[in-house]
Structures are given as structure tokens and as C-alpha cells.
């Protein structure tokens, strides 16, 4: 039996993994530390939320007083640290609430872990921290971080902050970088639920600039258990890519969604293209699928047919959530990472 700190587990992969974990490892226990931005959402892990092996505490990750009240509540073994903002518009319009949140709260989160001690603490990043690429080759684990939006730049701060704990502390940290995910549960400021919901409204589909950008997608229960190998298996001080190998251009999924919807391409509208928009990621995890076995299961075309199916009989969860409209005032987004 083991505790995990889960952080960031009201948002949308952390929900999706407290799920997950719940159901496969129900002699665990799991802490759910997350501060409830307009990202986290209750509602996400309601099914588990009267279980005795579960509990909720509301905080932010870079609170130190906080932080360290929860360590002290029961031993915690495993930290699994998806808290962040995440959503590459708002770093846009504004930065610090990012470096706050994914820098300092990775490094309150890390020397709290430190000072308790865990048996793994898992870094959970992203693709984005490499930067951007050509129209040829995948990112590798050992490509450069080059990351060019503030939200990439501090989930790279944060990268190399796990990294550090790793070297100087001998902390048994490990980083993971996945592409892309989709899935339920996701806030409909991202590309899919986007599309999405605004194509069940007959509304227009944003797509920036000339919707060739390219993405990875990984349908969100293979990056939880992704994650699981790398809880298990995966070696300290190490990084591991996750990626479905499942490129597409941000217009062949909009094209994609709207024909699974029968709603025709005339609802697409390009628009004004973010500033500093990465042109492709593509990932390779080759590592993960030599050294912990892990395959992603699902495809993008059964992926996106689940999701669409999810969004369809979940109106209520996603209709209510700022953002949903085109024109509400919390619209920050045309739907992009
Ligand atoms: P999300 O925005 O849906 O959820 C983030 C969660 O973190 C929310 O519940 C929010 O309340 C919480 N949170 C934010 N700031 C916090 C703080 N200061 N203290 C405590 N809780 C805080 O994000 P997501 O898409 O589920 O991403 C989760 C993690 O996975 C992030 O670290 C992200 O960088 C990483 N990631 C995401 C993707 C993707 O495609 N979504 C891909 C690769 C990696």
C-alpha cells in the first residue's frame, strides 16, 4: 500500500489519473492537493470523493506552509505533480501568475518532498519545453529545451528544478514529457474541447493562422499509464517522452471532429495566429516503450471518438464554465495547446 500526493488532481489529466489509479490500485491512497483555479473542478472526481482511501485539500502548490501541512498529515511515498497553469494563451496575457505557479510552486513542492522524504517524485511535463521543429525529425529526450511561450519556458524552469533536486539532493525524481493529450474532463479553452463544443452550437470553429501547425495526440488514459510505468519502473534522474505517435495539422483535427459531428467545414474560421505559435511537435518514446514496456492503447480515431461521445452526454459539466461562449469576458482563447 502506498500514498500518493497528487497535485493538481482536480484538473483535467490529474482527475483523469486520481481516477485511474482508484480503479486499478484501490489499496492505495491518495492525497488530491490542488488550489481550485478556474481549472480544477470538483466535479471531476466526484465518483471518488466519499471513498475512505481518498481525500481532497484545497492549496496552492507554491504556499509553503501549506505544502508542508500536507506532508504532515499521513507519510506520503509518491509525489505525482501535475499542478500548473497550463494553458499557453493565459501565459501569454500573463506570465508571472505562471512562473509562480509552475516555477516556485515546483520548487516548494520538491523541497517539501525533500524535507519529508518520498520513496519518487514525478515531474510531469511537457513536449513544449523542446521548443519547436521543422518539418522532419522528433524531439528526444536528450534534444535541448528551447522553449518559446512563458508557459513552456516555465514548465522548463520547473523541469530543470526537478532536475537539480535530483543531482545536488540525490532526490529519486523523474521527469516525464508527453505530447498532446485529449480526452474527458478537459477545459474547453484547449484545441479539442474547443472544437468540440463549439461546432455542437452551430458556432464558428477557431483555427489559428493556417491550421498547419502540428501536434501529437495522446488520448489522456495512456499518459496515466504511462505514468504508472514510470511510478513503477522508471529510473530516478531520469526523463521519459510519451507520445502516440499520432501527428496531425490543427486543421485535419478540426476537419475530423466536425465530420464525426456531421457539421460541415463551413463552420471553420481562421483567425489572427497566436504570437511566438510553435509550428510542430512530434515526439519520440522510444525510451519508454524499450525500457518500461509502455504502448499507448488507443488510437486518435477511437480517442477522438470517445471524447466527442464524453462531450456530447457531459453538456452540463462543460456549458456552464467560462469560456465556453465566444463572447464571454473570460475568452482568452482560440483554442490552441
Ligand atoms: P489543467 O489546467 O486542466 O489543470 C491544472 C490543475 O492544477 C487544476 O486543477 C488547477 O486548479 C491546479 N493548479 C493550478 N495552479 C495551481 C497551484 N498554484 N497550486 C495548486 N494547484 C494548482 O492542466 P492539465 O492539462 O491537466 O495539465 C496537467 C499537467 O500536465 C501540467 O503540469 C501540464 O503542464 C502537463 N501536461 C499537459 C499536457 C496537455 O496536453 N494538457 C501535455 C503534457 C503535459
Known amino acids: 500500500m502506498s500514498t500518493l500526493l497528487v497535485t493538481g488532481g482536480m484538473g483535467f489529466i490529474g482527475s483523469n489519473f486520481v481516477l485511474y489509479w482508484l480503479e486499478r490500485h484501490p489499496e492505495d491512497r491518495i492525497m488530491n492537493y490542488d488550489a481550485l483555479t478556474y481549472a480544477g473542478n470538483p466535479e471531476n472526481t466526484a465518483s471518488v470523493s466519499g471513498l475512505p482511501q481518498y481525500r481532497f485539500i484545497r492549496g496552492d502548490v507554491a504556499d509553503r506552509m501549506k505544502v508542508n501541512e500536507a506532508f504532515q498529515e499521513e507519510k506520503i511515498d509518491i509525489v505525482v505533480h501535475f499542478a500548473a497553469e497550463s494553458h499557453v494563451d493565459r501565459s501569454i496575457a500573463d506570465p508571472q501568475s505562471f512562473v509562480r505557479a509552475n516555477v516556485l510552486g515546483t520548487q516548494t513542492l520538491l523541497e517539501a518532498a525533500r524535507t519529508h522524504g518520498v520513496s519518487k517524485f514525478i515531474q510531469v511535463s511537457t513536449d513544449e519545453v523542446y521548443g519547436t521543429l521543422g518539418s522532419a525529425g522528433l524531439f528526444t529526450e536528450t534534444t535541448p529545451l528551447a522553449p518559446n511561450s512563458p508557459y513552456s519556458a516555465s514548465k522548463a524552469g520547473a523541469d530543470f528544478l526537478a532536475r537539480a ?7 529519486p525524481v523523474v521527469i516525464t514529457r508527453c505530447s498532446n493529450n485529449y480526452g474527458p474532463y478537459q477545459y474547453p479553452e484547449k484545441l479539442i474541447p474547443t472544437i468540440i463544443t463549439r461546432a455542437l452550437r452551430d458556432e464558428p470553429v477557431p483555427v489559428y493562422g493556417d491550421g498547419l ?47 464525426e459531428l456531421g457539421k460541415p467545414d463551413r463552420l471553420l474560421q481562421f483567425v489572427a495566429d497566436r504570437p511566438g505559435h510553435d509550428r510542430r511537435y512530434a515526439i519520440d518514446s522510444g525510451k519508454i516503450q524499450r525500457e518500461l514496456g509502455w504502448r499507448p492503447q488507443c488510437t486518435l480515431d477511437q480517442g477522438l471518438k470517445r471524447t466527442v461521445e464524453w462531450y456530447l452526454h457531459h453538456e452540463a459539466w462543460w456549458s456552464k464554465l467560462p469560456g465556453s461562449r465566444p463572447n464571454s469576458a473570460s475568452q482568452r482563447t482560440n483554442g490552441g495547446d
Open 165 to 171: 533536486y535530483y543531482e545536488t539532493f540525490g532526490m
Open 213 to 259: 501547425n502540428v501536434r501529437d495526440w495522446l488520448y489522456v488514459q495512456d499518459h496515466c499509464s504511462a505514468i504508472e510505468r514510470v511510478i513503477r519502473q522508471g529510473r530516478p534522474g531520469q526523463v521519459y517522452n510519451v507520445g502516440g505517435g499520432s501527428e496531425r495539422t490543427n486543421l485535419q483535427i478540426a476537419r475530423h471532429i466536425l465530420a
